[in-house]
């Protein structure tokens, strides 16, 4: 009898090692990152500083179209080059008006640090002059015209 219960007893473990475990996995799965959020962890691995501040340029604008502020902002703030960050957040400011964003889009202005970027930006925002995105503002039609 003692046998058969420590072989039960051990079998009871192993059962809640496992429960354990699945539970765990399962759990994680609950809130998965996004592709996004997986492409910015990379980003944020990257050595080399001009590499890595086009990869999360890239991922700050596929973020602001995807109405993302929060990705967009973590991955505009990453990104060293303050010529490409400004560049980058005003194409993200008309990424995200585009996304229906307009509060966030204004906000995300403020990381805009050369001044006549910023009040072309907010001009843009202000004339409703995000149909195209190009970040100069050339060639760009409002909505609807």
């Known amino acids: 009898m003692k046998r058969v219960s420590r072989l039960h007893g051990s079998g009871a473990v192993v059962v809640l090692l496992a429960a354990g475990w699945l539970a765990g996995c399962?759990?994680?799965?609950?809130?998965?990152?996004?592709?996004?959020?997986?492409?910015?962890?990379?980003?944020?691995?990257?050595?080399?500083?001009a590499d890595r501040d086009k990869s999360l340029s890239s991922i700050a604008t596929d973020a602001a179209e995807e109405g993302s502020y929060r990705l967009a902002l973590q991955?505009?703030?990453?990104?060293?080059?303050?010529?490409?960050?400004?560049?980058?957040a005003e194409e993200c400011a008309i990424r995200l008006v585009k996304a229906g964003?307009?509060?966030?889009?204004?906000?995300?202005?403020?990381?805009?640090?050369?001044?006549?970027?910023?009040?072309?930006?907010?001009?843009?925002?202000?004339?409703n002059d995000v149909g195209s995105t190009d970040p100069a503002g050339r060639n760009a039609a409002p909505i609807g015209h």
């Open 26 to 49: 399962r759990g994680s799965s609950l809130n998965p990152k996004s592709d996004l959020e997986l492409r910015l962890d990379a980003a944020n691995q990257e050595t080399v500083t």
């Open 75 to 88: 991955a505009l703030l990453g990104i060293r080059d303050m010529v490409l960050r400004d560049e980058t």
């Open 101 to 127: 964003d307009r509060t966030d889009a204004n906000k995300l202005t403020v990381t805009i640090k050369d001044p006549v970027v910023r009040n072309n930006t907010l001009r843009r925002l202000a004339d």
